[in-house]
């Protein structure tokens, strides 16, 4: 019996290594030309269902299913595009509406359709992050004018001004804790950070991160509070400590990198959207998103 035992071991370590995990390699979850160019936004609902913006053409949200089908799930009114999803604590959608100066909400189980927030100092919402209290932070750039501002929309769809005189405003993020809000300027290459008090203000604004090169779009956090920065035109996401060292960068197959989401049984699988190859990649990531 003991003689046997090694060579028995042997062949166990060795098929565990064949279906190893292998971490931060980007595959394919869609087809390429699945979306418009403007493929962004995803997040996954409490089922796993990974939603994604302007899924074939513009004005409309894609849905894949678990099991990677893909379908139409909604079209949006007329004159209204997507530009970011998230989920508030009922379930129901909540969409940057970038062409139609909105923030749009959809019952997911009716699919109506309503508007959220409209406020005429809008200039271009773009991206969402929303805290478990249903109070929601809106990036709103001015891209021809390389300026931008953050605004704070409360539960009952009131906007204020949370911050101004920014550059492009892009990614928006909250830490684990909520205590610390994230907004990158595309252009201008910065990530800068804010204190965020209990009610929702903004304080202490201070440089986070700076790249030297190309552009930034979709930012999200893992549950150990390291922020993931799609790098638009390099093609990788970023990560940064919560200190705001730069820890790695992982390589994705297209370059338009826009967005990325947590999902998946465990949260530890990354969806990340490819505007040049209008797809959305994927990875298995170490560290599950925060909502895990």
């Not at 595009?81 to 508030?88: G, H, L, M, V």
Request: hydrophobic share 35%; aromatic share 8%; net charge positive.
């Amino acid at each position: 019996m003991i003689k046997h035992t090694t060579p028995v071991l042997v062949v166990i370590i060795a098929l565990m290594g064949c279906t190893a995990t292998k971490y931060f390699t980007a595959t394919d979850l869609t087809p390429e030309n699945s979306f418009s160019s403007n493929c962004e936004g995803p997040n996954v609902d409490k089922a796993g269902n990974l939603y994604v913006v302007n899924y074939q053409k513009d004005g409309t949200v894609g849905v894949i299913t678990p099991e990677g089908k893909a379908s139409v799930f909604v079209e949006l009114p007329a004159g209204s595009t997507a530009n970011a999803i998230r989920f508030d604590s009922k379930g129901d959608m909540l969409l940057a509406d970038f062409s139609g100066h909105n923030v749009l909400k959809i019952n997911p189980s009716t699919k109506k359709i309503s508007v959220f927030c409209h406020d005429d100092r809008f200039n271009q919402p773009n991206d969402l992050c929303i805290t478990k209290g249903d109070v929601v932070f809106a990036s709103d750039p001015k891209w021809k004018d390389g300026t931008g501002q953050v605004w704070r929309i409360m539960p009952d769809g009131k906007a204020t001004l949370a911050a101004g005189n920014m550059g492009t405003t892009n990614g928006i993020e909250l830490s684990p804790n909520e205590q610390t809000l994230y907004v990158n300027e595309s252009v201008q290459l910065n990530v800068w950070a804010f204190d965020v008090s209990l009610t929702g203000e903004l304080s202490n604004k201070r440089l986070f991160h700076h790249f030297e090169d190309h552009g930034m779009d979709g930012m999200k956090c893992d549950k150990q509070g390291n922020l993931y920065v799609t790098r638009y035109g390099k093609g990788v996401v970023a990560v940064l400590s919560p200190q705001g060292k730069l820890l790695r960068e992982i390589p994705l197959k297209g370059k338009k990198t826009s967005n990325i989401a947590f999902g998946g049984p465990d949260g530890k699988t990354a969806y990340v959207t490819l505007q040049d190859r209008k797809c959305v990649e994927t990875f298995r990531n170490k560290v599950a998103g925060k909502g895990w």
